[in-house]
């Protein structure tokens, strides 16, 4: 994840902008996209090790330093702040998101763990994966009126899901447990139909030839267990350090192709 989040820009360039690097400082984070449409707010939550020196001297704080909040700093503006939490934690995304953390951090408001869909997702999750793999990565979702919306036009058959969770990780491998809930068995049937076609056409696709990425498709596993569309995958840890090694490729020539677009200073 943090190779996703680093991608298009270097080391320096992150830390100019936001105070920090997340492959450096970064040990955990939480990144959530908040509200529908035009209000949608994208909100960031690191955990790690933070120089208070260079998140003063960041591009996020030079635009000002807001009202503390809950006696935590903010820096920026209110569309784009930046929070240090405490020594080992910050948070990034409007003012409004950021304090609402501030809030849940201080019991003001209810943490979303209570919401009834986020303890079933939580569970379905929990219930199939070991606990003695580690875990890297987890997105939860609850499917919105808007998502529905979108998902009918590109992909009718994930527009039912009430919620949907997501856990990527392992030891010396790597594994990723998605889980989907639908209104109906019958519905989770036929997402997973849809979901096995889908990726049977990309893995045929020559470019995932080429890349060597159609094995990885290949390797993906769909099954329904009631009203639940559950998909994993599995990799030994040659097979992925062979998939890392292709998306460290990958993203080096996606960058040099940008840098070559980029015009001379």
Known sequence: WKS??????????????????????VDHAVLAALGEGAETQNL???????????????????????????ESRLWGK????????????????SQQTVQSV??????IQPSITSEPWWGDVNQQL????????????????????????RMREFFPEAADLRWFGLRAGGQAGFRLLAVGRASTPEAAQNLVY?????????????????MGLAGVLEAVEFHAAGPLAVVTLELGGTEW?????????????????QQAAEPPP
Not at 51 to 70: C, H
Not at 102 to 107: E, F, L, N
Not at 127 to 136: A, H, T, Y
Not at 194 to 200: G, K, P, Q
């Open 4 to 25: 996703v989040l680093e991608a298009g820009a270097t080391a320096q360039e992150r830390r100019q902008r936001q105070g920090f690097v997340e492959s450096d400082d």
């Open 44 to 70: 960031g939550v690191y955990q790690g090790r933070f120089s208070l020196s260079d998140l003063k001297a960041s591009t996020l704080a030079s635009q000002g330093e807001l009202p503390s909040y809950r």
């Open 78 to 93: 209110s569309s784009d702040s930046l929070a240090l939490l405490q020594h080992d934690q910050v948070a990034t995304g």
């Open 102 to 107: 501030m809030d849940v951090k201080t019991a």
């Open 126 to 149: 929990t219930d199939r994966w070991s606990q003695k793999q580690v875990v890297g990565l987890e997105l939860v979702a609850r499917g919105t009126n808007q998502m529905r919306e």
């Open 194 to 210: 849809a979901l096995a076609a889908r990726a049977e056409d990309l893995a045929a696709k020559p470019q995932m030839r080429l």
């Open 241 to 257: 350090d062979n998939v890392r090694q292709r998306f460290a490729e990958i993203f080096a020539f996606l960058r040099k192709r």
